[in-house]
T-cell receptor, first 113, second 113 residues
Framework: GDSVTQMEGPVTLSEEAFLTINCTYT??????LFWYVQYPGEGLQLLLK?????DKGSNKGFEATYRKETTSFHLEKGSVQVSDSAVYFC????????????FGSGTKLNVKP | EAQVTQNPRYLITVTGKKLTVTCSQN?????MSWYRQDPGLGLRQIYY???????DKGDVPEGYKVSRKEKRNFPLILESPSPNQTSLYFC????????????FGEGSRLTVL
């Protein structure tokens, strides 16, 4: 079945450091890929998405590229801020049947001033 | 303001006492779904609904029921709660055309003693 694997956290960085959170997936069809972010005490919010191979999703300085050859969708940001501290979830759904979503276990990011 | 509203936000109950967690969205979304979030497991889909009177099981439906009598509401029913249903629950909605762009509620933390 479909699944998503994320690097375990927590990840602790200093402000302005470079961020990478690894995400790999297993899918039988043609998945769309997503990164969601959860700030403390809140629900998840869509951060970015990519719907086909080689697409790059980007938002708020975050980027992720859909790599079909390595089945990966790693999240990157060049310079993190304290306000980026949150839990980040990688997720997938089938492009033609988005009824079901599969989420990774989440990676907590702590950014220190 | 566009939102997904869940109630209650926090609940402590005892084994076997039926409870309902309500979910309402004001965005006229066709798609609604329920997830549970557990440490180390990420979000797992319980049930989803593509439209009024159309519901289907997600990955972890055992012990839960849902109904979709109106487009805006999608309650989650625990007929006989057990301690293994202690979790953080999220409701989400989406327009059918915007694949993957889920709007989440703020979550309902349920404890079953």
């Amino acid at each position: 079945g479909d699944s998503v694997t994320q690097m375990e956290g927590p990840v602790t960085l200093s402000e302005e450091a470079f961020l990478t959170i690894n995400c790999t997936y297993t899918a039988t069809g043609y998945p769309s890929l997503f990164w969601y972010v959860q700030y403390p005490g809140e629900g998840l919010q869509l951060l970015l998405k990519a719907t086909k191979a080689d697409d790059k999703g980007s938002n708020k300085g975050f980027e992720a590229t859909y790599r079909k050859e390595t089945t990966s969708f790693h999240l990157e940001k060049g310079s993190v801020q304290v306000s980026d501290s949150a839990v980040y979830f990688c997720a997938l759904s089938d492009r033609y049947n988005f009824n079901k979503f599969y989420f990774g276990s989440g990676t907590k990011l702590n950014v220190k001033p | 303001e566009a939102q997904v509203t869940q109630n209650p936000r926090y609940l402590i109950t005892v084994t076997g006492k039926k409870l309902t967690v309500t979910c309402s969205q004001n965005m006229n979304h066709e798609y609604m779904s329920w997830y549970r979030q557990d440490p180390g497991l990420g979000l797992r889909q319980i049930y989803y609904s593509m439209n009024v009177e159309v519901t289907d099981k997600g990955d972890v439906p055992e012990g839960y029921k849902v109904s979709r009598k109106e487009k805006r509401n999608f309650p989650l029913i625990l007929e006989s709660p057990s301690p293994n249903q202690t979790s953080l629950y999220f409701c989400a909605s989406s327009r059918r055309e915007t694949t993957g762009e889920l709007f989440f509620g703020e979550g309902s933390r349920l404890t079953v003693l």
